[in-house]
């Protein structure tokens, strides 16, 4: 009985000698939660901003690869509408306009010459003059001028008398414009049958005297006249 007390005892103050963990373990404990409650915190937190930053690179990514390929779309759609007006204008060739071709300008009556002459220095009895009028461009481009009767006269003078004028009795005024090229020249006849004229056609008795008498040859279109073309009656 006396050592079963004694085994009873020793239980009970090995049981009583079990210590208690002291303050500054329980610090460490502390420390050590709260550190890898951080860490937990820090790497959630890092997870999410690497996330972030994936998805933000990828946006980016996309972005620029449809803005870089954004510029290659309006050429894909101009080549098809470049192609389209050959393409139609070789097969309907009648749809497309013809260009308007550049209107000739008129000559500068400063750059034309007017010139009179006859057939022949003198005219025996019962031969009538050829009188001649020509004219010509003296610009460097082809031009426009109007040689039609309503610009001519054929003029002859002897003296301060004149003696005929085609536009006494002419029996129609007209137009007629003719392209000249530079240098180039038009030329128009009138057959003088040895008459004279008066203003209004009206009717004159007396005719040119000849006997080696001399005239006077004028050649005028519009504004211009030519140098006096001298000739013979005789």
Known sequence: MGRQGDSSTRKASGSSSVRKPSAAVYRRRRLVAGGALLLVITLVVGGFAIAGAFKAGSEQASSTQSSSAAPSAPSASASPSAATPS???SATPSA????????????NPNLVTVAASTDKPAYGAGENPMLTL??????TVPCEVN????QMEFLVTSGSDRIFSSKDCQASSEDLVKVIAPGASETANFPWSRTRSAEGCKAVAAAPGGGG???IFTAKLGSRASPKAVFQLN
């Open 213 to 215: 008498a001399y005239y």
């Open 134 to 139: 020509k004219v010509t461009n003296g610009g």
């Open 96 to 107: 497309t306009p013809s260009p308007t071709p550049s209107a000739t300008p008129a000559c």
């Open 87 to 89: 393409a139609s204008a």
């Open 147 to 150: 040689i039609g009767t309503s």
